[in-house]
C-alpha cells in the first residue's frame, strides 16, 4: 500500500493556529502525551495568553538519539481520576485507553509517531486494498504473541483474534462508542490463521484512522467472545503488549510490569514498570513532580511556570483533539425548535470558557478541533458564523431567536456534569453565560466518575450536560459519529440529532479519498452545524505536560500514540 494514499495521508498535522503562545491546562490528556505541540502557517493570532507570561515549551530536550537505550527504571504518573471501567471497547476515560491498554496491548494498526499516519501494529504490513476500495486484507505478524496468562497463555495472536475483536465493537449488544465507525463494515472473514478480510459497504476515507486511534486494541478470542461484559476485572486485562497490569484499584492507582515472557518486538519496550497514581489537585501532582515522586505530570499553567527553565524538567505544550461542548438533548419538546438551540449555541462565552477554565490555554472551535489541522474551518470563515463573533451582539441575537421560539424570558431546566476533566468548571461558566439570555439552570452533578456521566449520555438521561469529548483528529470521527441520526452510523449521538440532509452529506465526505474534495464538503458539514446545532461545541483545550528530564524520547503528538509510553520511553540514569 502507497504510504502517499489518502488512505494514509489526513493533510498538515501541525494545527494552524498559535498554541505555543497559549496557556496550560491540567488534563489527563495532555500528561499521557494524547495532543501534541501545537504550532501555525498563518497569522490567525495565539491561543490566548501571552509569550512572556507562558512556560517556554521544550519537548524532548534530552538528546536521546545520540543514546542507546538502557533497561530498567519505573515511569511514574500522576493524575486521574482513575475511573472503574477497564474494557477498552466501551470506555470513554483517558487513563483506561490512555495508559492501560497501550501499554498491556496493541492495535491492528496504530498512529505513527513521526506524522500520525497509520502504520502497522499486530498488522504485518498496511493493508492490501484490491479493486474499488471496499476489500482490506491484513496479515497479521507471525511473531506477535498474547501474554503468558490465562486464557491466551502466550498464544500466538491470530486472524480470528482480530475478527471477534471487531465483531465485538460492532455487536450492538457491547454498547461500543464506537460501533457506528464500523457500521460500514459488511463483514469480517478469517482467510487463514494469519489472514483477515475486512468487506465495506462502500469505500470508508478514515477506517484505517478507525482502528488506529485511542481504544480499538485487539482481545484474545477467548476473551472477546465472552460479549459485553469481557473485561470487568485486572485479570481480563490480556494483551499482546509488553507490560501485564498487576494492580488496579479505582481512585488510588495502578501499575504494570514488563511481562515476563518478554515482548515480541525486539528492542522497544525498556522500562521494567509503569505506575498510575490517582490524584486530581494538581498542586500536589506539581509537589510530587518536584519532590522526584513521578516522572511526569500536566499542570495548570500557574504550576507549569513553577518548572520553567529549569534544567532538571522537560516541558511539552500539547493540544488535544478534546472538544467542550453543551450537549443538547433533542428528544426534549424545546430542543426540537432549531432557534431554541441557536440560542444557546450563541449565547455560550467560548473565549470566556478558556480563560477563565483553562488559563487562556484553548482554542474557541465548531465540530472540529483545530487539532485535526487539515479538517478544521479557517479562523477568518470561523469568526462569521454564530457564536463567534461581538458578545453583545450574540446575547441580542440569542434573545431574540428565545423570543421568537415563545420564551421572551427564557426558561429554567436542568444541566447535567460531572467532577472529572474540568467538565464541572466549563459548566460553571456556561450556567453563568445562559443566565445572560433568560436560561436558568439547575446543575446536577453526578460525582467523579466520568463512566457514570457516560452511561447517562448514552442512555439520553439528561436534558443538557456540560462535558467533554475525545475523539480522532479526522472527519468521520469528529462529525459522523456525533451527527448521524442513524445509531449504525452516529453511535456517539448522544444528542439525538441529525437531518436526511446533514446524513446525506455526512455520508459523502466519507466516501472521498481525494483530500482537498473532501475538505470542501467538511467545510460545507461544520457551517451547517454551527447554523442548526446537534450539540452546541465550545472549541479544544491545550495544555502543557511537564517531565523530568531523565526522560528519554519525550514527545506529545496531536494524534494518540500513547502506546510510545511502554515501546519507546526510557530512563537515563
Same mark, same amino acid.
Given at each position: ?5 489518502? $488512505?494514509? &495521508? ?28 501545537? =504550532? ?7 491561543? =490566548? ?22 533497561? =530498567? ?27 492501560? $491498554? ?19 501494529? #499486530? ?32 498464544? /500466538?495472536? @491470530? ?18 462508542? &464506537? ?5 460500514? %463494515?459488511?463483514?469480517?472473514?478469517? !482467510?487463514?490463521?494469519? @489472514? ?40 481480563d486485562v490480556v494483551g499482546s503488549g509488553p507490560y501485564e497490569l498487576t494492580a488496579y484499584e479505582a481512585g488510588k492507582g495502578l501499575t504494570l510490569k514488563r511481562r515476563p515472557d518478554g515482548y515480541w518486538k525486539k528492542d522497544t519496550a525498556w522500562l521494567d514498570s509503569l505506575e498510575y497514581i490517582h490524584q486530581t489537585d494538581t498542586q500536589q501532582q506539581a509537589n510530587a513532580l518536584k519532590a522526584g515522586q513521578v ?5 495548570? %499553567? ?44 450563541? /449565547? ?8 477563565? %477554565?483553562?488559563?487562556?490555554? =484553548? ?37 431574540? #431567536? #428565545? ?11 436542568? !444541566? ?18 445562559? /443566565? ?11 460525582? @467523579? ?72 464538503? !467538511? ?13 452546541? $461545541? ?9 517531565? %523530568? ?5 519525550? #514527545? ?13 520511553? $526510557?530512563?537515563?540514569?
Open positions: 500500500m502507497d504510504r502517499d494514499n489518502y $488512505w494514509k &495521508r489526513r493533510g498538515p498535522l501541525t494545527t494552524r493556529r498559535r498554541f505555543l503562545a497559549g496557556s496550560a491546562a491540567a488534563t489527563a490528556f495532555a500528561a499521557l502525551g494524547f495532543a501534541g505541540c501545537g =504550532g501555525g502557517d498563518d497569522d490567525s493570532g495565539d491561543g =490566548g495568553g501571552s509569550k512572556d507570561a507562558t512556560p517556554t515549551a521544550k519537548p524532548g530536550t534530552s538528546p536521546a538519539a545520540a543514546l542507546k537505550p538502557v533497561a =530498567g527504571g519505573t515511569f511514574k504518573v500522576i493524575g486521574g481520576p482513575v475511573g472503574g471501567s477497564l474494557d477498552p471497547h466501551r470506555t470513554n476515560t483517558p487513563v483506561e485507553y490512555g495508559f492501560v $491498554w497501550p501499554a498491556a496491548g496493541n492495535f491492528l494498526v496504530r498512529f505513527a509517531i513521526k506524522d500520525g499516519l497509520a502504520e502497522a501494529d #499486530l498488522a504485518a504490513a498496511l493493508p492490501e486494498i484490491p479493486g474499488d476500495g471496499t476489500e482490506l486484507i491484513f496479515k497479521i505478524r507471525p511473531d506477535a504473541k498474547f501474554q503468558n496468562k490465562a486464557p491466551a497463555n502466550g498464544r /500466538a495472536v @491470530t486472524a480470528e483474534d482480530v475478527k471477534l475483536t471487531f465483531d465485538r465493537i460492532k455487536s450492538p449488544d457491547t454498547v461500543s462508542p &464506537r460501533a457506528g465507525n464500523y457500521g460500514n %463494515v459488511e463483514t469480517i472473514t478469517v !482467510v487463514d490463521a494469519t @489472514t483477515v478480510k475486512f468487506k465495506l459497504k462502500v469505500p470508508q476515507a478514515d477506517l484505517l484512522n478507525f482502528m488506529s486511534d485511542q481504544y480499538d486494541f485487539i482481545l484474545p478470542k477467548e476473551i472477546s467472545a465472552r460479549g459485553k461484559d469481557a473485561v470487568k476485572t485486572a485479570e516522572t511526569v505530570a500536566g499542570l495548570p %499553567v500557574d504550576l507549569v511556570k513553577g518548572f520553567d527553565n529549569d534544567p532538571k524538567y522537560q516541558i511539552s505544550s500539547a493540544a488535544a483533539s478534546t472538544r467542550e461542548a453543551l450537549l443538547i438533548n433533542h428528544t426534549k419538546e424545546r430542543y426540537k425548535d432549531v432557534r431554541v438551540r441557536q440560542a444557546l449555541w450563541r /449565547a455560550i462565552d467560548r473565549k470566556q470558557v478558556y480563560a477563565k %477554565v483553562f488559563g487562556g490555554a =484553548g482554542v474557541p472551535g465548531g465540530a472540529m478541533s483545530p487539532a485535526a489541522a487539515a479538517w478544521v474551518l479557517p479562523d477568518k470563515e470561523l469568526a462569521a458564523l454564530p457564536g463567534f463573533g461581538d458578545r453583545n451582539k450574540e446575547l441580542t441575537e440569542a434573545k431574540a #431567536l #428565545l423570543s421568537a421560539a415563545g420564551f421572551p424570558n427564557g426558561f429554567e431546566d436542568t !444541566v447535567t456534569t460531572a467532577t472529572a476533566f474540568s467538565t464541572d468548571q466549563l459548566n460553571d461558566v456556561i450556567v453563568a453565560n445562559l /443566565a445572560e439570555v433568560g436560561i436558568r439552570l439547575k446543575t446536577e452533578n453526578v460525582g @467523579t466518575d466520568f463512566n457514570v456521566f457516560l452511561a447517562r449520555e448514552v442512555s439520553g438521561d439528561y436534558t443538557l450536560a456540560s462535558t467533554l469529548f475525545n475523539s480522532g483528529p479526522y472527519p468521520d470521527a469528529q462529525l459522523l459519529v456525533y451527527h448521524h441520526s442513524n445509531p449504525a452510523k452516529g453511535s456517539r449521538n448522544y444528542a439525538k440529532t441529525g437531518t436526511p440532509e446533514l446524513d446525506a452529506k455526512l455520508e459523502k465526505q466519507s466516501q472521498i479519498y481525494d483530500a482537498k474534495q473532501r475538505q470542501a464538503l !467538511v467545510f460545507e458539514i461544520q457551517r451547517d452545524i454551527a447554523n442548526n446545532p446537534g450539540p452546541a $461545541w465550545v472549541g479544544s483545550r491545550i495544555g502543557f505536560t511537564v517531565a %523530568v528530564a531523565a526522560l528519554q524520547n519525550f #514527545l506529545a503528538t496531536p494524534y494518540t500514540t500513547a502506546w510510545k509510553t511502554g515501546e519507546t520511553y $526510557w530512563l537515563k540514569s
